[in-house]
């Protein structure tokens, strides 16, 4: 059974959280709740959960100060959100959970499973260091982080040259560094990496524009090559928005 702490500093969406979590939940036990960074850190201490609810936005400071001040952590962690915005694609790149509000059940059990399964706290706090250094970076500076088969890397977005899809895993090809290969699909990475100049030119492909040298017409299909030599398909259908792509460089 998971000990879990709901901190929220709006009392009537803590307990909606809270009833949700005891009914789609049976595994998770709910200790206390809290509704400020400092009453959080209290009931932390005192309680010891083994995972957290934890708003982003309260009175006295962020969810992130309250962590910043717990450090090291040794209970799992998933942000509740009302907004979609810089933070949430700083959760995508450090492969923390998080959950938008209202919670939804079944996303809900999904972030609780993986909680439970989830590694060791040393893994978790290299996700929250990564977590807190991008959002102190600039957008176009943020790290990824990278789950392969036996290791978890951090590596900068702006070093990935593109990435290749496998049926359910993506090759990551880098300018400087050996290819890594992680356990989920393009389509996950497509979303979080389109808005840092990332291209889709095929279903298996995905191109850093940053990294565009020149384009090959050709009968036997369209190419392009990167400026470190790897070519990569261009789909007939994806052909024209990336002529208009590149205009536009």
């Given at each position: 059974m998971l000990r879990a702490l709901v901190i929220d500093d709006?009392?009537?969406?803590?307990?909606?959280?809270?009833?949700?979590?005891?009914?789609?939940?049976?595994n998770v036990s709910i200790v206390g709740q809290a509704d400020s960074v400092e009453s959080g850190i209290a009931q932390?201490?005192?309680l010891a959960p083994d995972i957290v609810f934890l708003d982003v936005e309260m009175p006295d400071g962020s969810g992130f100060d309250l962590l910043q001040k717990l450090k090291p952590i040794n209970f799992k962690v998933i942000f509740i959100t009302g907004h979609e915005d810089f933070a949430i694609r700083a959760f995508r790149f450090s492969a923390i959970d998080y959950l938008l509000k209202p919670l939804e059940s079944n996303l809900l059990v999904e972030a609780v499973k993986k909680a439970e399964e989830s590694l060791g706290k040393e893994i978790f706090d290299m996700k929250l260091s990564n977590l807190f250094a991008n959002l102190e970076r600039p957008k176009n500076l943020q790290k990824l982080i990278l789950k392969t088969a036996d290791k978890i890397y951090s590596v900068n977005i702006q070093d990935v040259v593109s990435c290749e899809a496998d049926?359910?895993?993506t090759t990551f090809n880098f300018i400087n560094a050996p290819q890594l290969v992680v356990s989920t699909n393009l389509k996950e990475y497509e979303t979080m990496l389109t808005p840092f100049h990332f291209f889709r030119t095929h279903k298996s492909h995905l191109i850093n524009m940053a990294y565009f040298d020149h384009f090959i017409k050709a009968d036997g299909g369209n190419r392009i090559v990167m400026k470190n030599k790897l070519t990569i398909p261009l789909s007939v259908r994806?052909?024209?928005?990336?002529?208009?792509l590149l205009e536009n460089l």
């Open positions: 709006i009392e009537t969406i803590r307990k909606r959280h809270i009833a949700i979590i005891k009914s789609s939940c049976p932390i201490k005192q049926k359910n895993y994806k052909k024209e928005d990336f002529l208009i």
